[in-house]
């Protein structure tokens, strides 16, 4: 290649990028909640930021909408595969954690597990339209549907995912000071204290992806719960649990520790009416590689 088209290619580059990189962290949100997994958002997003340097970017009105659309659809040819590879899934899937993130959307963890649940359409429409407000037209041309069968789409996913999202916002303050002392409690063996914190119904849930020791079905119940804390208590006490940093995980808060065995660890805490009703442990260290 001639100096005038290295030169040429590299101009093209740095539009193509002056144009896509603020759009970047929009469009890494629409992945991730997509797909649940940093890595796969990342690549997703790099995917089409190829496309767009291949595209006519004069001839498009809207980069935010065109590249919204590339990216969903992206998305979408990639849960496909993402489907297979989680029935084979060792113990919970879990999506996995971003540490004290800001955004006001309330996608927090159980919704994003309750958006498992949907189809990918369903999940796109709903997503598209509830979570980042995008108009039912341009969410029908984004899933190559009309707009009749895509409002079908977004509001049998809304019925779906109506009791995961939260009925109320839990303050902050108040959300960290009880991800503390659960943290306290459950490190130091102090039953009583936990107890206090647990609703009965109380479910927990460890993914470790068959990589490091994790309960590989829902811990049920408070007795259940209990009694896992009761002997995760012994190990802790033998082996030790650092806290490096107390704040908010995929919308809940909760905090990260280091384990005995050096590997990092989310612990997630759902909260209704000031008691403890999910604990969301993550230990797979393929999910955590992003926080290091």
């Not at 929009?26 to 995917?47: F, I, K």
């Not at 498009?60 to 909408?65: D, G, L, N, Q, Y």
């Not at 849960?79 to 996995?96: I, N």
Request: charged share 25%; aromatic share 6%; with cysteine.
């Amino acid at each position: 290649m001639t100096p005038a088209g290295i030169r040429g290619g590299m101009e093209a580059g740095a539009d193509a990028a002056a144009s896509f990189d603020p759009l970047r962290p929009l469009l890494t949100r629409v992945a991730y909640r997509m797909l649940g997994s940093v890595a796969d958002a990342e690549d997703v997003v790099q995917d089409a930021f190829i496309r767009w340097l291949g595209t006519d970017r004069g001839a498009v009105r809207e980069p935010a909408a065109f590249l919204r659309r590339t990216v969903t659809r992206l998305c979408l040819d990639q849960l496909k595969s993402a489907r297979a590879q989680r029935e084979t899934y060792v113990g919970p899937w879990l999506p996995d954690p971003l540490v004290e993130e800001e955004e006001d959307d309330d996608v927090t963890l159980p919704l994003m597990l309750a958006l498992e649940r949907l189809s990918p359409l369903e999940r796109a429409a709903f997503l598209l339209h509830d979570v980042f407000g995008v108009e039912f037209d341009e969410v029908a041309k984004t899933i190559d549907r009309d707009a009749a069968a895509t409002r079908q789409l977004a509001a049998r996913a809304r019925s779906h995912v109506r009791d995961a999202r939260p009925r109320y916002k839990l303050e902050k303050a108040r959300g960290l000071e009880i991800a503390n002392a659960f943290f306290a409690a459950s490190r130091s063996g102090d039953m009583r204290a936990l107890g206090a914190m647990l609703a009965a119904d109380v479910g927990m849930w460890s993914d470790g992806g068959g990589k490091r020791p994790a309960a590989i079905v829902p811990v049920l119940g408070f007795d259940t719960v209990m009694t896992l804390h009761r002997s995760l208590a012994v190990l802790f006490g033998k082996y030790g649990s650092t806290l490096v940093q107390v704040g908010t995980i995929n919308g809940l808060p909760g905090f990260v520790t280091r384990e005995a065995d050096g590997e990092f660890q989310t612990t997630a805490l759902e909260i209704e009416d000031g008691r403890i009703v999910g604990i969301y442990v993550m230990r797979n260290p393929d999910k955590l590689k992003h926080m290091h």
